[in-house]
């Protein structure tokens, strides 16, 4: 039987999402957990890996088993096996043919940065942050000179093991609320770090280092080493992903999980 779940975490205390050989991943303390409760060795797939420090709102992972157990099994009974900075929101047996990866129609992400002088307190590790006053109407024009199909290149991390950069970048919208800024992107599938780059040069667009149509110059040039720094990793969550309504999931455009504000 193949089982969908719906997780969100913290990812502050964790090594990212993918498991290592010490531990210390969000796939290992859920196979952890899975595995006491399916009383078997667990193995469980997710719709869009996570580095270190990076959040969860709706993340979607898939996991098969010969155990058969209620759907509040999968939810209760897994999160009291949890460590409290990651929770199963839902469960739902799904079919065999349905992969939480590939069955994919696209993914959301949402970058939480804070700007203003004081580094933040309450909201530490869960917030990006920059010091300086940002322009977000130049950094949200900059933002629109992303949209569409794109060779993202220049916005690609060096280890990064798609087979091509090119994406379809569906949303890029950056929206002030006081002192928080909120960064939406959402995509078919995108690069190892492409978020936390884009915000890098949306950043550097909005302290006023380059015009926003340097972005655009950046996606033309598809040169890594001429664009602005990787931004830090507390601010960003993977938001939501997105599929065909066959598969009767709890997730969709129609479900867009959200944080502050």
């Given at each position: 039987?193949?089982?969908?779940?719906?997780l969100?975490?913290d990812?502050?205390g964790?090594?990212?999402w993918q498991?290592?050989?010490g531990g210390?991943?969000?796939q290992d303390?859920l196979?952890?957990?899975?595995?006491?409760?399916?009383?078997?060795?667990?193995r469980a797939?997710?719709?869009?890996?996570?580095?270190?420090?990076?959040?969860?709102l709706?993340?979607?992972?898939?996991?098969?088993?010969?155990a058969v157990?209620?759907d509040?099994a999968w939810?209760?009974?897994?999160?009291a096996?949890l460590?409290?900075?990651v929770a199963v929101?839902?469960?739902r047996?799904?079919a065999?043919?349905?992969?939480?990866?590939?069955?994919?129609?696209?993914?959301?992400y949402?970058?939480l940065?804070?700007n203003r002088?004081?580094?933040?307190?309450?909201m530490?590790?869960r917030?990006?942050w920059f010091h300086?006053?940002?322009d977000?109407d130049?950094?949200a024009a900059a933002?629109?000179?992303?949209?569409g199909e794109?060779d993202f290149?220049?916005?690609?991390?060096?280890?990064?093991q798609a087979?091509?950069?090119?994406?379809?970048?569906?949303r890029?919208?950056?929206?002030?609320?006081g002192?928080?800024?909120v960064?939406d992107f959402?995509?078919?599938?995108?690069?190892?770090?492409?978020v936390?780059?884009?915000?890098?040069?949306?950043?550097y667009?909005?302290?006023?280092?380059?015009?926003?149509?340097?972005v655009?110059?950046l996606?033309?040039?598809r040169?890594?080493?001429?664009a602005?720094?990787?931004?830090?990793?507390s601010?960003?969550?993977?938001?939501g992903?997105d599929y065909d309504?066959v598969w009767?999931?709890?997730v969709?455009?129609?479900e867009?999980?959200?944080?502050?504000?």
């Open positions: 039987m193949r089982i969908a779940l719906g969100e975490y990812g502050s964790f090594c990212g498991s290592q050989a210390g991943s969000v303390a196979e952890s957990a899975l595995s006491v409760v399916a009383d078997a060795p667990t797939v997710c719709a869009g890996r996570t580095d270190a420090g990076v959040h969860a709706s993340q979607v992972v898939h996991f098969d088993t010969a157990r209620p509040t939810v209760r009974g897994v999160n096996h460590p409290a900075a929101r839902w469960a047996p799904v065999a043919d349905f992969h939480a990866r590939f069955s994919a129609l696209g993914r959301r949402r970058y940065l804070l002088g004081e580094r933040p307190g309450l530490a590790a917030v990006g300086r006053p940002l977000a130049a950094m933002a629109g000179l992303l949209l794109h290149s220049a916005f690609r991390a060096a280890e990064c087979k091509s950069p090119v994406k379809t970048l569906r890029a919208e950056v929206k002030r609320h002192d928080l800024l960064l959402e995509a078919s599938a995108f690069l190892h770090h492409m936390r780059n884009l915000v890098g040069a949306l950043v667009v909005g302290k006023g280092a380059h015009p926003p149509m340097w655009g110059e996606l033309d040039g040169d890594r080493a001429r602005a720094p990787t931004f830090e990793a601010g960003l969550y993977f938001a992903v309504p009767n999931l709890r969709g455009a129609g867009t999980a959200t944080i502050l504000p």
